[in-house]
């Protein structure tokens, strides 16, 4: 744990930038009743039974250091969809940088989406 705090301590380096990421599924609701309009002093009345309307995936970038924030929406979350979105963040978002430093909890699928 200390060595995160570290990483976050140390001065911005626009060459190695520290970006955070985090991914979110998330299930699509939508309405099957219409909610009752909105009066004046009482807040959107909406039922609480809801249509299925499939699933999502949010892979959400934070770099604190500089303030800037990143969100991909994919439809499904494989591991060609991830290590995608983390091509497209080294190629598009941060291209003139010089180091990346990947630390990831699983198998790493970016060999995968390199190879293909």
Same mark, same amino acid.
């Given at each position: 744990? $200390?060595? %995160?705090?570290?990483? +976050? &301590?140390?001065?911005?380096? *626009?060459? &190695?930038?520290?970006?955070?990421?985090? /991914?979110? *599924?998330? %299930?699509?609701?939508? /309405?099957? @009743? $219409?909610?009752?309009?909105?009066? =004046?002093?009482?807040?959107? @009345?909406?039922?609480? /039974?809801?249509? @299925?309307?499939? !699933?999502?995936?949010?892979? %959400?970038?934070?770099? =604190?250091?500089?303030?800037? #924030?990143?969100? $991909?929406?994919? /439809?499904? #979350? !494989? #591991?060609?969809?991830?290590?995608? !979105?983390? #091509?497209?963040?080294?190629?598009? %978002? +941060? *291209? $003139?940088? @010089?180091?990346?430093?990947? !630390?990831? +909890?699983?198998?790493?699928?970016? =060999?995968?989406?390199?190879?293909?």
């Amino acid at each position: 744990m $200390e060595d %995160v705090l570290d990483l +976050y &301590a140390q001065p911005y380096d *626009p060459d &190695a930038p520290l970006v955070c990421f985090d /991914e979110k *599924p998330l %299930v699509v609701h939508g /309405e099957v @009743r $219409e909610p009752l309009p909105v009066k =004046p002093g009482s807040p959107q @009345r909406s039922d609480y /039974e809801y249509e @299925r309307l499939g !699933t999502a995936n949010l892979f %959400v970038f934070v770099e =604190p250091l500089a303030g800037r #924030r990143a969100v $991909e929406l994919s /439809e499904q #979350r !494989t #591991r060609l969809d991830f290590a995608q !979105t983390i #091509r497209w963040l080294v190629d598009s %978002v +941060y *291209p $003139e940088a @010089r180091v990346y430093n990947f !630390t990831l +909890y699983f198998p790493s699928p970016i =060999p995968y989406c390199l190879a293909n």
